[in-house]
């Protein structure tokens, strides 16, 4: 089974920059989609973006509009997310996640997702 470590969060002034990573040991990275997922205190838990097992399939989140970017390095076992134009809605506890359904679509919700990170803080302040 997959493990995943999470790392880069930390508190940012709104309009800032994060690049948050995760890497992957104990499995076939390859053959998982991975999701980054956030949640606020108080909040349901939420998909933010995702990257497809399948080559260059991905997801967005409507509410990140073009501000953030997922990316994989298979060779690695990391995926990464680039946050940038970042506003003090998106402060929360961001997770990352494996799904190793190999489905043909993305999967967006937080049950289809067999393995998680710890998570990594991110605040933004105004």
């Known amino acids: 089974q997959v493990q995943l470590v999470e790392s880069g969060g930390r508190s940012v002034q709104a309009g800032g920059s994060l690049r948050l990573s995760c890497t992957a040991s104990?499995?076939?990275?390859?053959?998982?989609?991975m999701g980054w997922f956030r949640q606020a205190p108080g909040q349901e838990r939420e998909i933010v973006a995702a990257?497809?097992?399948?080559?260059?399939?991905?997801y967005y989140a409507p509410f990140v509009k073009g501000r953030f970017t997922i990316s994989r390095d298979n060779a690695k076992s990391t995926v990464t997310l680039q946050m940038n134009n970042l506003n003090p809605e998106d402060t929360a506890v961001y997770y990352c996640?494996?799904?190793?359904?190999?489905?043909?679509?993305?999967?967006?919700?937080?049950?289809?997702?067999?393995?998680w990170g710890q998570g990594t803080q991110v605040t933004v302040s105004s």
């Open positions: 104990g499995g076939t990275f390859s053959d998982y989609t």
């Open positions: 990257s497809s097992w399948r080559v260059d399939g991905r």
């Open positions: 996640a494996a799904d190793r359904s190999r489905g043909l679509y993305i999967e967006t919700s937080a049950t289809d997702y067999d393995r």
